[in-house]
């Protein structure tokens, strides 16, 4: 998907193409905490097939002692458990970077939280009882493209440790409806805490595997690396980020804020992948000096987002930049810049939003 940085800072009709078709979660949606299905974000790397649920089968093969062919009725009479989850695409923050990587170009919407609802992956591999050299699992959805000149079934893996883990679902509803086509209809995988990609759509194939799959989605996509020769490190879990509704008033064509002269509560969610989040922090001034955001302790989940506020009473009119930042309990802080990389992952630097306070309002 990732092509490399450009000069221009203009957006290429290509990403255009893309933009047009993965759409993102708009801010104001942080408002709830769980988001409605049309408004959570999409990423679709090919295209969206057509499946026919009658004929799907999903088929768990390879190191295991049992083969298993399991139509989705078979499935669902399976023990299900239902946990709300946020999703983030490891490209969220990637326009924001310089050169701006080409390839779907995220400002910071790229995010959502759902309710799935689906049977463990883990009680389907112990059926099909993977053997003793078994060190990984992969996933390979139905939709197929080419990429980097590759011509490949999306498909990414899992160490076995990772594969069975409790909160690792296979996932045939969303906020209680089967997958919607675009969500992954009629199963994807669900690995909670993890960046988008790991959440493999239209799933109909498990392989376990004794040697690690180097499947183009885990060699060459999704790596952290520093320039096109740099082998890079793998994209994994989802780094912390503290987003705010923007307040206010939006002007239709910049989108820039107008807010009154008078007390503003301001607001949003906060996660990460790598625990609970322990403080979210406020700036006004463009990140010069921060303040303590109230957490809420009411997260749909301890693998959903958690809500936050702050209680803002701007002194005079003029022009802000509202920033916030979250910590999590594993001591990661949002950084105000990252350092660049190819594809434009894992870019958690805080998000700014200028304001203009006017008058007294309404
Ligand atoms: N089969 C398949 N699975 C996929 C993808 C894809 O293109 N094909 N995109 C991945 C990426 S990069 C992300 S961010 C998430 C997006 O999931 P969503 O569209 O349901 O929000 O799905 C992941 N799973
Ligand atoms: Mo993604």
Redesign the pocket.
């Known amino acids: 998907m990732t092509t490399g940085p450009v000069e221009s800072e203009l957006i290429t009709k290509e990403e255009l193409q893309l933009a047009a078709r993965n759409h993102g979660m708009p801010l104001e949606a942080l408002r709830y905490p769980i988001t409605p299905v049309g408004l959570?974000?999409?990423?679709?790397?090919?295209d969206i097939p057509v499946v026919d649920a009658q004929a799907w089968r999903l088929v768990v093969q390879g190191r295991v002692d049992r083969k298993l062919e399991l139509s989705l009725a078979e499935l669902k009479a399976m023990p299900s458990v239902t946990v709300a989850s946020t999703?983030e695409?490891?490209g969220n923050g990637r326009a924001a970077l310089s050169p701006r990587p080409i390839s779907q170009p995220w400002l910071l919407e790229?995010v959502?939280t759902g309710e799935w609802r689906g049977v463990p992956l883990r009680h389907v591999l112990e059926e099909a009882r993977p053997l003793a050299d078994a060190i990984d699992v992969a996933f390979t959805?139905l939709?197929r493209g080419i990429e980097g000149g590759v011509e490949q079934h999306?498909a990414r893996s899992l160490s076995i440790l990772e594969a069975m883990r409790d909160e690792v679902l296979l996932a045939y509803d969303l906020n209680g409806e089967a997958l919607p086509p675009?969500?992954?209809f009629p199963l994807r995988l669900l690995v909670p805490g993890w960046y988008?990609?790991t959440?493999?759509?239209?799933l109909h194939r498990i392989d376990v595997l004794a040697e690690s799959f180097e499947g183009y989605q885990m060699v060459r996509g999704y790596r952290r690396r520093a320039d096109e020769n740099d082998p890079g490190i793998p994209v994994t879990r989802m780094m912390p980020r503290a987003l705010m509704v923007p307040p206010g008033i939006p002007d239709f064509m910049t989108r820039r804020r107008s807010v009154p002269l008078q007390a503003c509560r301001l607001e949003g969610r906060a996660w990460s992948g790598w625990g609970a989040v322990t403080a979210v922090e406020v700036s006004t001034d463009g990140g010069a000096t921060w303040m303590a955001a109230e957490v809420d302790s009411d997260a749909p989940s301890a693998w959903a987002w958690c809500g936050w506020s702050f209680a803002w009473t701007p002194d005079a009119e003029g022009d802000y930049v509202l920033s916030c930042r979250a910590t999590d309990e594993a001591g990661n802080v949002q950084p105000i810049d990252i350092p660049w990389n190819v594809g434009g992952y894992s870019n958690n630097a805080v998000q700014r939003i200028p304001v203009t306070v006017s008058g007294s309002g309404g």
């Open positions: 959570h974000y999409l990423l679709v790397h090919y999703m695409c490891a790229a959502g959805g939709d999306y675009q969500h992954g988008g990609m959440n493999v759509k239209w």
